[in-house]
């Protein structure tokens, strides 16, 4: 995109955010009351579902089944109508049954598998909305929807993308930034101890550039982990200092918004706005 | 389809419930759970729609791309179907296990909207034999917990109102080469009548009784049922038997008595003051009301909690089987 200034000269990107800014995030758990665990969030207007079954018996033929530890199965589709150029197939193709792989793998380093041997955890994760970082939202959903389904985990797994423009590293692309060809690293992160459950890549990047990349993608991880936290906390066990979520007028699909009085928004005002009714 | 493992003496408890007029969640043969719509969910779509019944959930997007006509419709432009059983309804959904159920459904609405009436596809036409709109409808099941078929429909209709299609030019050179010109105002735009987009109401024969709008326990213990699909007036443009029972002819005429009165009342409806429901259909009993044309603002009301949240929110649109 010729002319497109991704970080203009006061710093700000394409939609107003500054350079380690993450977009909105809005999340909720126990959305489908069919499956074990399930989860939404909104990251900007990235949109993913995440739905949970298991631990159950291995499905198919049992010689797949771990005598020591479980089996994580991931699917990730995306709808058809979630990119902007319609997609042909919502699940099946390359990138999807790659995007799967390398879910199943961040799952396997944080899920406890060795609590229920031979049995299977399946994690299928929808993307509805894509605007950029779908990876990451995919693994903050299927976070939320494992501990839903109350799956022991060593931590949470928080993602968060980063790229490179200009001298500057950005935290949370959006889908222009990705578009503009510069390099994009997505980070999966157990925060608690900074363990790296999946770094990739792509791209080129000077190796000078790298460590200040990687900075900012773990410290907006480590933002998400702070909000998906509070998200956990508001849903099991709703409390003064994280009140209860009121079922908002518009539909199930919009995230419960949690109604916090005004001189509660301290540190987490840029991220949890009351929400007014969309009237165009 | 997903199905649920019941035991004989659920089966016929369940059974039993109906021939007295009595479901398991009490509801009476004939009544529907309640519907919740939203539109205008997906921002990146021409038109999108949800709609959750009972447990069902289903997202269905309109996108609306500039194609060839086809040869023997060069005036028209056409409608394509895809569904997407995803795998968060049940594992079994995953990789191909849904493509037979998804096929089976997307086949089934072309078979609905193949007629002259539906959807006035000459408005989709830009230039005969040259350009005309497509309009990619893709439903996204999301839940399943029973009849699937009412749920996509009414989404799917849903969806075609939301439908915001951008209003183009076509421009002819000096040389006769013609160039599209879109209108620089995002909201100047086509938008659908769906007045006769029909809505399908699945009747399922338990025992001897058929019941509207079954579950997926009670779509266990039915043996065949009867896919009708109709417009607000009455017109039928699709009828089915699916199952691998038999059904009697007198009791698919039985079964379709309880159509003309769903359409009677929507002749009822169109009368009354507050009832400007553009989707112009009630479905079963609970009518859907979209508040506003404005594009993007308001999304409908939910009708979730029962009855008495119903009245609330919607002032009053309570309607049930009255005979």
């Known amino acids: 995109m010729a002319g497109l200034e991704l970080l203009s000269d006061q710093g700000y990107r394409v939609d107003g955010r500054r350079a380690g800014e993450l977009r909105k995030i809005q999340a909720r758990m126990g959305v489908f009351a069919q499956a074990d665990g399930s989860a939404y969030i909104e990251q900007g207007n990235t ?12 499905r198919g033929s049992r010689a797949r089944a771990l005598p020591d530890r479980a089996l994580v199965n991931c699917q990730y589709s995306s709808a058809t109508f979630s990119t902007g150029e319609r997609k042909r197939r919502p699940h099946g193709d390359r990138k999807s049954c790659e995007m799967g792989l390398q879910l199943r793998q961040t799952f396997e380093a944080a899920i406890l598998t060795q609590l229920h041997p031979r049995s299977q955890i399946d994690i299928y994760v929808q993307v ?44 949370d692309l959006s889908h222009v930034e990705e578009a503009a060809g510069g390099p994009q690293l997505a980070l999966a992160l157990l925060p608690a101890s900074g363990q790296i459950a999946l770094l990739e890549m792509d791209a080129r990047l000077h190796e000078d550039h ?71 | 389809m997903a199905s649920v493992a019941l035991s004989e003496a659920e089966k016929v408890y369940i059974m039993h419930g109906v021939q007295e007029d009595l479901r398991v969640d009490g509801r009476g043969c004939e009544d529907y759970r309640c519907v919740e719509v939203e539109t205008d969910v ?17 997202l269905v997007g309109v996108k609306a791309e500039m194609g060839m006509p086809k040869l023997e419709k060069p005036n028209e432009g056409y409608l394509e179907f895809f569904v997407d059983c995803s795998a968060n309804a049940t594992p079994e959904f995953e990789g191909r296990g849904g493509d037979d159920l998804g096929t089976e459904i997307a086949n089934t609405l072309y078979r609905i909207f193949n007629n002259k009436s539906s959807v006035d596809l000459k408005t989709l ?72 987009v029909p809505c399908i109401v699945t009747l399922c024969k338990i025992g001897y009784r058929h019941v509207v709008d079954a579950t ?15 417009t607000s007036k009455g017109v039928v443009t699709c009828l089915r038997k699916v199952g691998k029972g038999s059904l009697d002819p007198e009791s698919i005429f039985e079964m379709m008595e309880v159509r003309p009165w769903f ?61």
């Open chain 1, 128 to 171: 509805l909305q894509a605007d950029g970082g779908t990876y990451a939202a995919c693994v903050n959903a299927a976070t939320l929807a494992v501990l839903d389904a109350g799956i022991p985990m060593r931590d949470f797994v928080c993602a968060c993308s980063a790229g490179f423009v200009d001298g500057t590293a950005l935290a």
């Open chain 1, 47 to 58: 949109k993913a579902l995440a739905v949970v079954y298991g631990p159950h018996e291995i």
């Open chain 2, 263 to 323: 359409c009677g009342w929507c002749g009822d409806l169109a009368g009354t003051p507050a009832a400007s429901c553009p989707l112009g259909y009630t479905v079963g009993i609970l009518p859907i009301h979209i508040l506003d044309f404005k594009p993007g603002a308001w999304r409908t009301v939910g009708l979730s909690q029962g009855s008495a949240d119903l009245t609330r929110r919607v002032g009053g649109w309570r309607l049930w089987t009255g005979r």
């Open chain 2, 125 to 196: 036409c830009i230039s005969a034999r040259e350009h005309c709109w497509v309009l990619y409808v893709d439903v996204l099941l999301l839940e399943c917990d029973g009849n699937l078929f009412d749920a996509i429909s009414i989404a799917v209709k849903a969806a075609l109102f939301n439908t915001r299609i951008p209003r183009v030019r076509v421009l002819e050179d000096e040389e006769g080469s013609k160039d599209i010109e879109l209108s620089d105002d995002p909201y100047d735009c086509i938008r659908l009548s769906v007045e006769n």
């Open chain 2, 216 to 230: 997926l326990q009670e779509e266990a213990c039915s043996l065949a049922s009867l896919l009708v699909s109709v």
């Open chain 2, 42 to 58: 997906v921002s990146n779509t021409s038109g999108s729609a949800r709609v959750k019944l009972g447990h069902t959930d289903i």
């Open chain 1, 210 to 280: 790298l460590e200040q990349v990687l900075e900012a993608a773990a410290q907006a991880a480590q933002d998400v982990h702070i909000l998906l936290d509070r998200v956990v906390r508001q849903h099991i066990w709703p409390s003064p200092d994280y009140p209860l979520l009121q079922s908002g007028p518009w539909g199930c699909f919009s995230p419960n918004i949690p109604r916090v009085s005004w001189h509660r928004q301290g540190w987490y005002a840029p991220h949890f706005m009351l929400r007014t009714p969309q009237l165009q």
